[in-house]
């Protein structure tokens, strides 16, 4: 399972008291040893399976975390932690071994004077001289010769036989000034991007580079692999088998600010949209079939396909599917605005309209409706 769904999962089966006990004792045991590892034994008396990529983490990284700020190794503990029964007290970091100390002896039982100062002379019995093993060590040095010999040969006259032995003279050589800079001095390219988002309120994406034939239209915030990409067209990944063409300049690589903790994202959705009809979890319900949407709501009010998606309506949500799976949830008529989506996280991509957050495993994204002073907002699986 993954570890924001762990995480999810026992914020909905504790209560708050229980959570921010469970924060309090993490951040008073990173206060006393900053490691990841002895507090996991020290709440869950467990080692972790596999070791933490950053071990050492401090008390304001921590307290950083719970306001939203993404931590790569504290995820990964968090969502480990409370995947394991969780001890109702402390345990010690390293138990320390016993050490046995030796009862000092009474004069009871020590040996008489007179035996103790009694001391017996032994003569120590003459050592035999050792003689030196002169055959060994001529036939080593033998060993030795024959195998430089052998390497110098072979080296020279075998595996380079067109080569003359280079002359022991050594011979001025002209340095370039371009050449003077060393790799250290380089500074390392940046890795390019593999990833664009719509940055306008609706682009056509085309199944031909040409442009010329419509296959689907893409909102602001969608999020697509790049396959190729040049200064007017990119070809993206739409499905596993479905390709198509955009236009760059109604796209961007990169965002203003980094992903948030998933918990986070969830959090606030939960508190700020209709959730009602939801019986699990947000998370269970990403994944579901046409099948399980029925059994669960009943036969969809609306359907809609195109060629990318298929979409069930259902009062003021929807859901959209791909290969028959749940890819995202849309809210049709919420009074959501770009500043009640900043109170989440600093925007990432953002325009007068609409609004974008993205976590590690979802997107959150706002389009205002003009016609009906109302927004829709959208929970979308990041699989990218």
Not at 140 to 147: A, R
Request: contains cysteine; glycine residues 4%.
């Amino acid at each position: 399972m993954h570890r924001s769904l762990q995480a999810l999962q026992y914020y909905t089966s504790h209560s708050e008291e229980d959570i921010q006990r469970l924060h309090e004792r993490i951040r008073l045991s990173l206060a006393s040893t900053e490691s990841l590892t002895d507090t996991m034994i020290r709440l869950t008396g467990q080692t972790p399976l596999v070791p933490f990529k950053q071990d050492t983490v401090t008390v304001e990284e921590w307290s950083a975390f719970l306001a939203g700020k993404h931590h790569e190794a504290l995820a990964d503990f968090y969502g480990t932690l409370v995947a394991r029964p969780i001890l109702e007290e402390d345990g010690p970091v390293e138990p320390k071994e016993d050490i046995e100390i030796a009862p000092a002896l009474s004069r009871t039982h020590r040996e008489p004077e007179a035996s103790r100062r009694k001391k017996i002379k032994t003569r120590p019995e003459p050592r035999s001289k050792r003689k030196i093993p002169w055959g060994w060590i001529a036939l080593l040095l033998l060993c030795f010769f024959l195998g430089a010999g052998g390497t110098y040969v072979y080296s020279n006259y075998i595996a380079s036989p067109d080569t003359k032995p280079k002359s022991s003279v050594e011979q001025p050589v002209t340095v370039e000034k371009s050449e003077e800079k060393t790799e250290e001095e380089t500074p390392a390219a940046k890795a390019e991007p593999d990833v664009l988002y719509v940055k306008t309120r609706n682009t056509n994406i085309y199944s031909d580079s040409g442009l010329t034939d419509t296959l689907y239209e893409a909102d602001f915030g969608d999020g697509y692999r790049i396959l190729e990409t040049t200064d007017t067209v990119s070809k993206i990944e739409l499905t596993d088998e479905l390709t198509g063409y955009i236009k760059t300049v109604d796209t961007t690589k990169s965002l203003k600010e980094d992903a948030i903790a998933d918990e986070s994202l969830l959090t606030w959705v939960g508190d700020n949209l209709d959730t009602s009809f939801v019986t699990e979890t947000l998370i269970d319900l990403i994944g579901k079939s046409v099948e399980d949407l029925n059994s669960a709501y009943g036969p969809a009010e609306r359907t809609f396909s195109d060629e990318v998606n298929t979409y069930l309506f259902y009062g003021n949500h929807f859901f959209t599917l791909q290969n028959d799976k749940v890819i995202a949830i849309d809210w049709s008529e919420t009074a959501i605005t770009n500043v009640e989506l900043a109170t989440l996280a600093p925007l990432q991509l953002e325009t007068e309209t609409t609004g974008l957050v993205t976590s590690n495993s979802y997107r959150l994204q706002r389009f205002e409706q003009t016609e009906t002073s109302t927004s829709r907002v959208r929970l979308a699986e990041q699989n990218l």
